[in-house]
């Protein structure tokens, strides 16, 4: 079982930035693959970023790559997104996902969400 609590959320100009975390609560956390997906306002959710419990490889969608960075601390029990030169097309609650069974970046291959935090880029 995993617990997720996500903070860090905000309203930033466009250009800005913002630090998302995620703290998890579980025996299983460093063992757990993260994501991050977010949602807008009468959009699907979609894929952000992920990273596997080993911390290799991190995975990104196209409209992110290059802005935003996952990172994770097993000792710590968080996974961070990092959101530079954001747009106001990045407007969205941002979730914090673990327990992946099937593609990363699919929202049903995962277990355990978090409540998710807003982000609102202005223009």
């Known amino acids: 079982q995993v617990q997720l609590v996500e903070s860090g959320g905000g309203l930033v100009q466009a250009g800005g930035s913002l630090r998302l975390s995620c703290a998890a609560s579980?025996?299983?956390?460093?063992?757990?693959?993260m994501g991050w997906f977010r949602q807008a306002p009468g959009k699907e959710r979609e894929f952000v970023a992920m990273?596997?419990?080993?911390?290799?490889?991190?995975n990104y969608a196209d409209s992110v790559k290059g802005r935003f960075t996952i990172s994770r601390d097993n000792a710590k029990n968080t996974v961070a997104l990092q959101m530079n030169s954001l747009k106001p097309e990045d407007t969205a609650v941002y979730y914090c996902?673990?327990?992946?069974?099937?593609?990363?970046?699919?929202?049903?291959?995962?277990?355990?969400w978090g409540q998710g935090t807003q982000v609102t880029v202005s223009s």
């Open positions: 990273m596997s419990w080993i911390g290799s490889s991190p």
């Open positions: 579980g025996r299983t956390f460093s063992r757990t693959d």
């Open positions: 996902a673990a327990g992946v069974s099937g593609s990363y970046y699919v929202p049903s291959s995962y277990r355990y």
